[in-house]
């Protein structure tokens, strides 16, 4: 008789999954949003590939080593200056940010491909400044895709923003080796990388217009998230989905190491990339899991739930309007003294900011303290791992490591990319919620562990690469969730998706002083000497 319940619940289990309600509930909730999310962002971080195409532009098109750490920085300058999607977020829905990223990145790889096979009707090579255009359009569909799907993402789970910023940015960290598997398979280990280029144009682009009509907000009613963290709630499924993605990035490290060591043919190729999409689709079970328990509350505390929409009506109603500025009576100021009232308003509205949390307005971000020491701290901090990250094929090279193990050092550094990404999330939001930890006291720690990375490249240790190419990678990884924590933490969520980009371009800043200015200085005078 037991075994007759058990048959028949796992019976009507199955029969509510096939059923087309509750596909379109799925396909309407915000999980889906966050799988379409992991999805685009896992295709769009070509710009961590620059390291394995770089000497492929150096050799075809005729540049010496500052001429490609020109193209670096205008690379992470595209990638990471991203004001202009999150203006565009502003007051544009999702889909449309994720559009002008797909035509951005198609259009400027797409122009680099053809330029790198000689296809284009300017002046061979083409110009410096062009390919520089070129580079900077492609790299800068990253900061679209990001911004819609971080944005997206943690407005959708306030409540474990930590957590959300850590696996997407996660992914994002392992795109670049999940690229070179992709182009493994379709062209096999005897191409070269204008094949690469030519698959980072077409298939970012591709996935982000697949699921236009996916990616939307939509918060989780006031209430139901907390009766649903008791019970396979928002930190249970953070934390499979965490699993999935460790079991992801420990199957490419796998492969990275097996595919160095072994010879491997074009169905093994294939086989190896069958492998990595079954890991990095197995999400979705997660997401109908865990809409099949919504399906299951809703029909069983239907009283319970019946109030919610009115009252979430009423949240987002607060939520959206614009915060009022008290009139300022003008009855007895002259016309020709108004323009001075709106400056003085201005300025005392700019340097009059509310309490760390609370809705800052972009000119009260811009002009704060803490915005000046995060800009600084990313500035050095990323610009330095940056500039070991872009060159890392020429340090290679310079300290006689062989062509494989050079495009092995890029792919341990995509997975270590991850796994700072990861830790960083999920460890400072648990370090935060049990012991009170500070998320910016962890991001200086990040700073300092990097600094034995480049400390392991300047003294030349034999085989120290690997190591140095691991904890670079994983510092590099770490500093992102947590910089975009602590802005989101500091000056609310009412300006997020302009704030979090302006936090960013700390980043371009710093890559340029250190790496055009300074190692690509230093790099062709030595190569002069010799």
Known sequence: MVFAFVAGSRVAAAEALTTA??????????????????LILSASGATYAFGIYSRALKSALGYDQRAVATLAFFKDLGSNVGVPAGLLSEVAPPWAVLAAGAAMNLAGYLMVYLSLAGRVAAPAPPPLWLMCAYVCVGANSQAFAGTAALVTC???????????????????GLSSAILAQIYLALYGGGADARSLVLLIAWLPAAVSVVFLGTVRVMPPPNGRTRRSTSRGGVGDVFLCLLYISVALAAYILVMIIVQRQASFSRAAYAASAAGLLVLLFLPLAVVVRQEYRIKHELEGSP??????????????????????????TTSDTPPSSSCLVGIRSFLRHAFSPPAHGEDYSIPQALVSVDMLVLFL??????GGTLTAIDNM????????????????????????????????????EALLSRYRFPRPLALTLVLLASCAGHLLIALGVPRALYAASVLIGFCFGAQWPLLYAVISELFGLRRYPTLYNLGAVASPVGAYVLNVRVAGRLYDAEAARC
């Open 377 to 382: 701290a990313i500035a050095c901090g990323a």
């Open 303 to 328: 009283s319970v739930d019946a109030p919610l929409p009115v009252m979430v009506t009423v949240v987002e109603k607060s939520i959206a309007m614009p915060l009022v500025e008290p009139a300022i």
């Open 154 to 172: 943690v407005r959708n789970f306030p409540e474990a923003r930590g957590a959300v910023l850590g696996l997407l940015k996660g992914y994002v």
């Open 21 to 38: 309600r509750f596909a379109r509930q799925v396909l309407s909730g915000r999980w889906f949003t966050l799988l379409a999310c992991l």
């Open 393 to 428: 094929g020429q340090i290679g090279q310079s300290l006689d490591y062989p062509p494989k193990s050079v495009d092995a050092f890029v792919s341990l550094i995509s997975v270590w990319n991850y796994a700072g990404r990861v830790t960083a999330g999920y460890g400072s």
